[in-house]
């Protein structure tokens, strides 16, 4: 098993930044790429970005410009520089992946088996 705890979401105003976490633990050594997907209330849950073990990075046409995914496999996180944000960028964010998965199994939206408690980010315009 994989846990997956994130952290860093909040309330910012348009125009501004946050920066999320999510430590893996458990399981890591097969934790290979992981995503980041959010929910807004009354909506599907949809991809944000992915990445890959070695750090190959999809981002979805919304955020691209404005959201950058990264890792630090050392300390089995993965991390979400959001800027430049948008009222519609709010939602509960949760980061996802399972075992030994590529990049286009997050994409795809196959096979990922664990996912995050979500953390809350708001934007007020």
């Known amino acids: 098993q994989v846990q997956l705890i994130e952290t860093g979401g909040g309330l910012v105003q348009a125009g501004g930044s946050l920066r999320l976490s999510c430590a893996a633990s458990g399981r890591t050594f097969s934790v290979y790429a992981m995503g980041w997907f959010r929910q807004a209330p009354g909506r599907e849950r949809e991809l944000v970005a992915a990445?890959?073990?070695?750090?190959?990075?999809y981002s979805a046409d919304s955020v691209k410009g404005r959201f950058t995914i990264s890792r630090d496999n050392d300390k089995n996180t993965v991390f979400l520089q959001m800027n430049s944000l948008k009222p519609e960028d709010t939602a509960v964010y949760y980061c996802?992946?399972?075992?030994?998965?590529?990049?286009?199994?997050?994409?795809?939206?196959?096979?990922?088996?664990?996912w995050g408690q979500g953390t809350q980010v708001t934007v007020s315009s």
């Open positions: 996802a992946t399972g075992d030994y998965l590529p990049l286009e199994a997050i994409t795809g939206r196959k096979q990922i088996r664990y």
């Open positions: 990445i890959s073990r070695g750090g190959t990075t």
